[in-house]
């Protein structure tokens, strides 16, 4: 049996600057932006090669108000992890050589973390 993580929710307080932070500046996929009534909006956005998605919006009720995620997530190159981040002005912590991996961190306005892990392969 097959266990797939395929959605995590993220809390957001303003719906359009989250979608204008991982669409327009982190320059992710916006897969689905719906408002199906009044109070119910549904976000998912999806990283490039990724087979896990993230979803925010209004009425979705996935997590508590005032709730923050941290998501880690495996890149190929640090370095060019960071690049990206810094060329679309998003704020990244520089790379964190540590013995289990190579790290590049970075929040989006409502405080969710993200840790982007390149692996490394013990000598």
Do not use: K
């Amino acid at each position: 049996m097959d266990f797939r993580i395929e959605l995590v929710p993220l809390a957001v307080s303003d719906v359009d600057r989250a979608v204008a932070f991982y669409g327009d500046q982190v320059g992710w996929p916006v897969d689905h932006d719906r408002t199906v009534h009044e109070g119910l909006r549904f976000v998912q956005v999806t990283p490039p090669g990724s087979a896990c998605s993230i979803c925010f919006g209004t009425g979705l009720e996935m997590l508590a108000d005032g709730q923050r995620q941290m998501i880690q997530v495996v890149v190929e190159d640090a370095d060019e992890a960071l690049a990206y981040l810094r060329e679309r002005d998003v704020a990244a912590e520089g790379v964190d050589d540590l013995p289990w991996g190579r790290f590049v961190r970075f929040e989006d306005p409502d405080g969710n973390r993200w840790a982007l892990q390149q692996l490394v392969v013990p000598a």
